[in-house]
């Protein structure tokens, strides 16, 4: 599966102008982050999700729809505020803008399905730590549940990060799951 040109230009229109509109995208932030995030996918691996140009903006805006839908359900008194919660999901996997290149060999293509290959020329960080450092660094700032969520969301081998997460974090990571199985339900289609 891939999109069209017009679905990668329509996801990063929704995706640029909903983060401006909230404040939690400006312009060094998104200078930064650049063509490489419009083309970036979501994951390297066919067998994964969304592992095609423009996949990461497109698996963004799952997570939100799938997010929003799971903080409507809750009680009053549990829901997350709005605002935060589209702004974690929109930065949280913001680390990966660079994170992927294009896979050159036809056969790891073919035989396995592995569509990019992992930048090397990056320093080491998971994705949730990059998310933050490009976000930070750009002049975002997070309250402390925001923070913690988007740093905790790709520790799944971190007890503390899984019992001691935020609502906020908890919201995100099952949309996430969410998402990455109806990527995944709409590549078999």
Request: charged share 25%; aromatic share 8%.
């Amino acid at each position: 599966m891939s999109l069209t040109v017009d679905r990668v230009a329509k996801n990063t229109q929704k995706y640029f102008k909903t983060a401006s509109d909230n404040g939690f995208m400006n312009e060094t932030l998104a200078n930064s982050l650049g063509q490489d995030f419009i083309k970036a996918p979501a994951s390297h691996l066919k067998i994964l999700n969304n592992a095609f140009e423009g996949g990461l903006i497109d698996h963004l805006l799952n997570v939100t729809k799938f997010a929003v839908n799971i903080n409507n359900t809750l009680p009053e008194e549990m829901k997350a505020e709005h605002k935060s919660l589209l702004k974690v999901c929109f930065l949280h996997q913001i680390g990966k803008a660079k994170m992927y290149v294009p896979c050159t060999s036809e056969w790891h293509q073919k035989n396995l399905g592995k569509m990019y290959d992992f930048n090397e020329e990056d320093v080491s960080m998971r994705v949730g730590e990059r998310s933050i450092f490009l976000a930070t660094s750009a002049g975002i700032t997070f309250t402390d549940e925001e923070y913690i969520a988007i740093l905790n969301f790709d520790k799944s081998d971190d007890k503390m990060a899984e019992y001691h997460n935020s609502l906020l974090g908890d919201i995100l990571k099952a949309a996430s799951i969410l998402a990455i199985k109806y990527e995944k339900m709409k590549s078999d289609e």
